[in-house]
């Protein structure tokens, strides 16, 4: 009796100190400006909102990826974005393959991975 006690206080205690750290719930794409340059490489400024709680979990990296799931560019962030959200990055220089008009901007947090809102944009 005694054991199944001392197991169901571990279970709530774990379940406690993992609760916070899910609480930011996925990063979410809630928008995406994409300009082709003259050279055909194109800049996509990306906005994500998620709730950064500090460095063990925020939204660490956006990317674009083909319509198939082939990623063509990633957008790696360094640090949390506690106090500033949404936040707006850039990334410029991308070759998109030739043919392809449509791509997939999705983001990725250090506790949920993938999962948040996506974005399907039409290319300029």
């Not at 974005?81 to 990334?91: A, C, D």
């Amino acid at each position: 009796m005694i054991k199944v006690r001392i197991i169901h206080i571990f279970v709530l205690l774990l379940a406690v100190m993992t609760a916070g750290s899910c609480y930011a719930g996925e990063a979410d794409v809630v928008a995406v400006e994409v300009k082709k340059s003259t050279n055909g490489q194109f800049q996509f400024d990306v906005t994500i909102r998620h709730n950064d709680e500090g460095w063990n979990h925020y939204a660490d990296n956006w990317e674009i990826l083909s319509l198939d799931g082939k990623i063509l560019a990633v957008r790696v962030l360094h640090h949390p974005h506690v106090n500033e959200q949404p936040f707006t990055r850039s990334l410029s220089g991308v070759t998109i393959p030739v043919g392809i008009e449509k791509v997939v901007v999705r983001s990725h947090d250090l506790i949920h991975g993938y999962g948040g809102k996506e974005i399907e944009v039409l290319l300029p």
